[in-house]
């Protein structure tokens, strides 16, 4: 038998865990290859606590060159074309052919669309990250703004989450009472993904902890000198750290390629996260995967869970071994309340009667479960 060549875009969660899981499965003659544009990736889960000083920058990242232990291909290069008429994908370092494609290349950010958000803060990207880290170690007093433009953006609760780190950190260095946060936010509720409940109780833990909580207002501009922000309720704000979540889009690349067939994200099976096209799939943020009203969240577990199948298919109909069981859309993330208390939220979002959600409360052994997933990311094994 000739050995089969799988190709894997993209090192996130996502591409890792399938390329690992196929790797795994399959004799030497078949090949796995992963293509990033970085060697070095960030988890950006870990922004939150970075941006106050309680992570160390030098530890938020992973080698993707490590990934040859496990016997997979790694290629440092930026992915320029994908053609699926002739199974090729053209890349700064060369052109590779592939049997098995899977695309894992998650969401681009268009920060072109809210004008001035390019120049304001963020903490969605590791770069930006550090930039607002330096500016929250000098500010003693004044107003903290986290306002996401429109939905669907990377971790529901990271939003709230970070508004709650703030609280956490303005606290412990003694400036609070000298700090107003807000949150502004595009939807009617905050995590409404995760259920009414899940979003009430992440409603009143804002309110406790004197953060202000503004729905249906999703951030359209930021004032050159990033200092006033304006929402689409009509509304504007003057603070002095406005950080937004960017807009969330489908990289320009999966666009061109056809594969999303002009729609804003990459629709595939929700049993096999095939694409229209045979054996090509698409995972993590990428793709959409309808959930009751929402989709399955863009989160690393989910992205990570759907490589797992994916590699499982790829290899079994290499191996032309047994069909493996549908994708489960089973997946729990974090939402820590401070530096040392975390909860966790999540559930079934793929079962017949819709979402089956919960929203833990936070706690210190939470806190350590999340530490513990950091651990496993950096050792590839999520
Ligand atoms: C602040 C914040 C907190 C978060 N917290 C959590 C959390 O607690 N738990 C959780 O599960 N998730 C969390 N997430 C979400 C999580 O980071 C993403 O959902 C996850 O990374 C998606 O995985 P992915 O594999 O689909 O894409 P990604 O991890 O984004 O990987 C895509 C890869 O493709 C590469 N790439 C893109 N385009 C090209 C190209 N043209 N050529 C070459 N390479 C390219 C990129 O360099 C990147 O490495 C958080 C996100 C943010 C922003």
Redesign the pocket.
Known sequence: MVGSKVLV???????VQAAITTRAALDSRHEVTI????RI?HL??M??LLIVGEQDANKTGRSLGRLSNRGVKFLE???NSINTQDQKVITSAQTLDYDYLVI?????YDWNAVPGSKDAYS??DFDYARRMRRRLSRLKRGKIVLAAAKPPY??PP?PFE?AMILNWWARKKGIRKNIEISVYIPEPGPLGVAGKEASTRVRNALEQRGIELITQAGVVEVSPNGREASFADGSSTFADVISTIPVHKI?D?VADSGISKGKPWVPVNSKTLETSSENIFA????NIVPSGEFAIP????F?SGQGRKVGEIISSRINQSDIPDPYDGIGL??LSYSGGRSAMVGGKFLTDSGPETTLSDPTVSGKKHKDRFERDWRNFKI
């Open positions: 875009l993209g090192g996130g969660f996502g591409g293509i990033d544009q970085h990736t950006c889960g922004n939150p290069a930026h992915v894992a290349l998650g969401a681009q903490f969605y990377k971790c990271a970070t990289p690349v995972i993590g943020d990428v863009k989160a690393g577990v992205a993330c974090y």
